[in-house]
């Protein structure tokens, strides 16, 4: 069975430090205002490339920028920029939906994969961007057997990218979907003049609604009022048939997601992959997989058009139906590096022995662990409150990180 | 007098500002986000103070930019 790669969301270093340590293959994020998340308020700079270029090679792990906004005139000097810069810190390739992207990266010579924003659903499609383009992302419309025509197509008529190999294809593996054709969408533009295209989405979709009909006044009697929320893709459960598609790459969504959202899919998309690739992949694994991923963040899961379903399956709560939430608990103080020790300033609430907690921040990423001892102003405890100084064995931690307990969702 | 502020490190350069109030708003062809015309930088707020007979254009624009980065204030007039 062929290898596939797995590309994980960033929108901050937590997130690419987690995805890394996780074990992803690739990563993908945005810089300043154009990337699909502008409105996210930690976006990477133009600065951070560098250190994201340095970081993630120094990783073994290729690093994708998302230029992939619709471009306006006034932006063709800053995409000319940020491809330089993709150039200069050695960033593998960028994500790229208008054609001026498309052209100044070719000129440039840097790598160009196709975004979903060019919702390419056929073989003639991709022939055409392999003009420029060696990876190309299909349509999440899609279902399995028409990428497997796809990917067929390619290797039967040998179509190639740039780089003279052959075109991978690209499928979104997990994560939330929207209910316009490729993220094509006005309705933010509509209500809240905020462009979707421009990465300013205000997610109209996650809300309720009530049909009208203006005629008659009659109300539509609809059992779920999240008409516009579709749930969230997930397609662990039948990851042989993705790889039997032909797939070479398995693209995670979630830059505006938390850490330890990114930590956990990640390394359980990771088990997955690596199961397929030594035959062990198994329905009994996949339910120890499927409980990891209701961990975090999510809307309830479906498998997208992918098995060929006609209806959408939509949402019925306005948050997440995670089966864990975080607790803010504690700040970042100080590390003893010789007996690894962490200490912490608990601000809010308290913690006890046992209790599961996570810490993040830019440098640590994630740590997720269990507290088996603990140790209150210097003396061993049962449990540390607002005030406290508490102290326990672990791995580094800086004063930049933020200590979170991990409790069961009241709300599912 | 009314005065006119720019956040401009979160402008998404969607360049509605510009199409509303070009004598207010230029959008910057170096990193295509929005700069407010004479305006003064304070710690990645730009200031402009202008006549009262532009606060209707300010106004819309405040309205319309879509990641809400632009305030419109008046002047306190010293007696
Ligand atoms: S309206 Fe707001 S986001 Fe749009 S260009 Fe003007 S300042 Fe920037």
Known sequence: MQKIELMAPCGNWESMRAAVMAGADSVYFGVEQMNMRARATANFTVDDLKEIGEYCNSHNVRTYLTLNTIVYDHDLSIVKTLISAVKEHNITAVIAADQAVLNNARTAGVEVHISTQLNVTNLETVKFYALFADVMVLSRELSLTQVRKITDGISKEDVRGPSGNLIEIEIFGHGALCMAVSGKCYLSLHSNNSSANRGACVQNCRRTYTVIDNESGN????????????????????????ADSGVKVLKIEGRGRAPEYVKTTIETYREAIDALQNGTYSQEKVKGWMERLESVYNRGFWSG??????????????????????VYIAKGAHYYPKPQIAEFLVEAQKIKKGDKILITGPTTGVIEMELDEIYV?????????KGDQLTFKCDRIRTTDKLYKMIPNPDV | MIAVTLQRNKCIGCNYCFEIAPDMFRMSTKDGKSILVNGEDKRGFATVRVHDEYEDKANQCKEVCPVKIIKVHQCKVKK
């Open chain 1, 219 to 242: 109300e539509l009697e609809i059992d779920n009022q999240y008409i516009m929320s579709p749930k969230d893709l997930c397609t662990i459960y039948f990851l042989d048939q993705v």
């Open chain 1, 305 to 326: 058009y992918y098995l060929g379903q006609k209806m959408g399956e939509w949402h019925d709560g306005s948050g997440s139906k995670a089966t864990q939430k975080k």
């Open chain 1, 377 to 385: 102003n210097g003396q061993p405890a049962e449990e540390a409150v």
